[in-house]
């Protein structure tokens, strides 16, 4: 980034050192990402793409795993900042999130409702409690969650008004063209003004080994239309893209699918500008000095 270039920014990508063991989704049998993924290893791809910072996102539900991303991001240039997590059924959540945010590079959290046996748990008392704990701190929230989990999701934000963004379009089922009730539910959710979604983790909902760009088109549209160009941002979703997609593909992929008519400026948002906003990014910082 030069002068007064817009900062360009990927908002979701992970970082991992397998002998750590926090992934256990991450098995010899994933060959392709069963291996160290850090900073030296995106960064050409950065250079290439002109990203200038990244987003690292949790990829294990464990205190340890965000941690570690915090300290990687204690030495790194290109890390903007850092999406944690925090076991909500811990009583002392509060706390623990009190300290990560004493971290400057420490810039919201995840819920995994991916993850959960039972994602009607998210509206239980003590989540619902911790969502408006989260609202009135403003602390940005990602929710990982599936399309056919999204019901839950409007059912919640009856509920609560929390700054939140949903990962990977909430992973709609692409590799059968499904965009029903997919396509209702995020239109329902796009109503609330508080509500952001990455246009991310998209090419492993579709066949890993047999996608085409169009494929594509109907839901990368229904979102910027549904959020608007100020509410929707891009994210590689590296490495777990690379079962589908390289770096590369990813990035030109969204270039190529995202509505023709976009001015320059808003194409800026969506590939920096709605992060910054999102996650508060302060470019004045210290976090953009090293």
């Known amino acids: 980034m030069k002068g007064n270039e817009p900062m360009r920014i990927d908002s979701h990508q992970h970082y991992w050192r397998i002998s750590r063991n926090d992934y256990g989704w991450i098995t010899p049998e994933l060959p392709v990402l069963y291996r160290d993924f850090l900073e030296k290893d995106l960064r050409p791809h950065l250079e290439k793409n002109k990203i200038d910072k990244t987003i690292v996102v949790q990829a294990a539900p464990t205190i340890e795993e965000t941690e570690f991303i915090l300290s990687l991001s204690n030495e790194s240039e290109t890390i903007a900042g850092v999406v944690g997590w925090i076991d909500i059924e811990d009583i002392s959540y509060k706390e623990r999130l009190e300290n990560f945010r004493k971290h400057p590079k420490f810039v919201g959290i995840r819920i995994m409702i991916q993850d959960m046996p039972d994602e009607r748990v998210i509206l239980k008392p003590h989540y619902l409690e911790a969502f408006s704990y989260f609202e009135k701190m403003d602390i940005p929230v990602d929710l990982l969650v599936r ?14 008004s929390i700054r939140a963004v949903i990962d990977h379009i909430a992973k709609p089922q692409i590799k059968a063209g499904t965009l029903e009730p997919w396509k209702s539910q995020m239109k329902q959710i796009a109503k609330h003004p508080n509500i952001y979604c990455k246009l991310s983790g998209m090419v492993t909902e579709a066949d890993h080994h047999n996608w085409e760009k169009e494929e594509f088109i109907p839901y990368v549209r229904h ?4 959020f608007g160009v100020n ?6 979703d590296w490495p777990v893209c690379l079962l589908s997609a390289s770096y590369d593909d990813v990035y030109n992929l969204l270039k190529e699918t995202l509505p023709p008519n976009l001015t320059e400026v808003e194409e800026e948002r969506i590939f920096g500008g709605n992060a910054l906003k999102f996650y508060k990014l302060n470019m004045d910082s210290q976090q953009f000095k090293k």
């Open 223 to 226: 979102i910027v239309n549904e």
């Open 147 to 160: 399309s056919d989990q999204l019901s839950v999701v409007v059912e919640l934000l009856k509920y609560v």
């Open 231 to 236: 509410r929707v941002m891009f994210g590689s």
